[in-house]
């Protein structure tokens, strides 16, 4: 029995006869499971409660032995103690690379042999795009890295220069900062601009992308979302909910002179290159790819999940009716069973 634990997810997974099963940390154990106060309350163990798919509440001491403290199937009964089991904390590596002379701030987590690099959207960052996925993704099949792109996150200073190229200047420096950690072959996970920069960089560096993931991307930009974009200038006119987040990371006047850049040169692309960002690249696209997108997107219209399935050859398309252009992160457990069949070689479906 493997016990692979992430406490800073507040996740752990076991491995038990093959079989993977999550568990969710719960801080206060007496108060959830009454019936076991008598049982565990005085022991050292830091427990965690099953999710609806596990099979195992499970106490971890810190003395990294593992306590099952009942089976699930059993009506809940105590199972058995079990000492010296394999303890393998699930690893988890965050550090600073310099790429062409940009300082890049990125992440690594798991020890999967397949590495899968995840990109995030414009002004995004590994903790802001993929949290649920770097919780719940990683184990014994994958590992992701995630990085915060140049300008953006900890990858800071110098601040973003936004200009009709910087996506494929992402794309190379990404390609780049996977072959100096030694990744030979990795698959791809972009979301909405980190999409885009994972299909230029696809199409740009073959030899190296195993996979692709792509969802609310689009290879153009139409005239009706550039009245979006205008209407979304304003983040003045956002919730708190929205604007939150961001401004955590940034600052209120920075995030605010940032965005408004963001869609000045989006809305740019349009009138200056009649709105092709990577249209020309997708005939160049050979990995499998499986395009996801939220039917209710209100950011990147219905249409370009057809194009990009129309002219990325081979490619699988899956609408989520309920998703929109955060889908992976307001319906992270159906999104990363999707990836995760995709990765590992099962056919993608819902």
Known sequence: MTLNVDLSYGTVFVHFAGTRCSVRKIPDFVRAYDSFT???????????????????????????????????????????????????????????????????????????????????????????????????????????????????????????????????????????????????????????????????????FPQHVHKMVIFGANAYITKEETEICKDLRDVDNWSPKMRAPLEAIYGRDYFKKAWETWVDTYVGIYYDRGGDICKKDLANIVCPTLIVHGVQDPVVPIEHPYYLHENIKGSELILMEKGKHNLHLRHSEEFNALVLKFLTNEKATV
């Open 38 to 204: 008598k049982s565990v309350s005085h022991t050292p163990y830091t427990v965690y409660a099953p999710t609806r798919n596990s099979q195992f509440i499970l106490g971890l001491d810190g003395a990294d032995n593992a306590l099952i403290l009942c089976c699930v199937e059993f009506s809940c009964l105590f199972l058995q103690k079990l000492r010296g089991i394999v303890f393998s904390p699930l690893t988890r590596t965050a550090g600073e690379i310099r790429v062409s002379g940009k300082l890049i701030n990125y992440e690594k987590v798991g020890s999967g042999d397949h590495v899968v690099l995840c990109l995030p959207g414009a002004l995004g960052t590994i903790k802001s795009d993929f949290g649920p996925q770097l919780k719940s993704l990683p184990g014994e099949q994958l590992q992701l890295v995630a990085w915060d792109p140049p300008g953006y996150g900890k990858s800071r200073p110098p601040n973003r220069d936004f200009n009709f190229d910087s996506l494929h200047v992402d794309a190379t420096l990404a390609a780049t900062m996977m072959k100096n950690l030694g990744y030979k072959k990795y698959s791809l996970l972009g979301w909405s601009d980190g999409g885009i920069t994972a299909m230029l960089l696809a199409a740009g």
